[in-house]
């Protein structure tokens, strides 16, 4: 019995490899489509607020939506 992949499979790619494309094609249509990217903001807290704990990912959304929502003029419809 051979552990051979069928003619005309990919073949195994590294799992770091794929989840880095993932992660930065899912950053890019999240920026294209103006959600908030929670990864990024605690990256930000951290490296520029040291002293200050980074709100939940729940809470970070809800604020964002907030802001984003409150303002009257913000929205085209």
Known sequence: ????????????????????????????VR?????PD????VAHVRAHHPGREPLGER????ERLTARYEKPGSRCC
């Open 1 to 28: 019995m051979s552990n051979a992949a069928p003619p005309g499979a990919c073949p195994p790619t590294a799992p770091t490899a794929t989840a880095g494309w993932w992660a930065r094609a899912a950053a890019v």
């Open 31 to 35: 920026r294209i489509i103006g959600a």
């Open 38 to 41: 929670y990864a990024a903001y």
């Open 59 to 62: 809470e970070f959304e809800r």
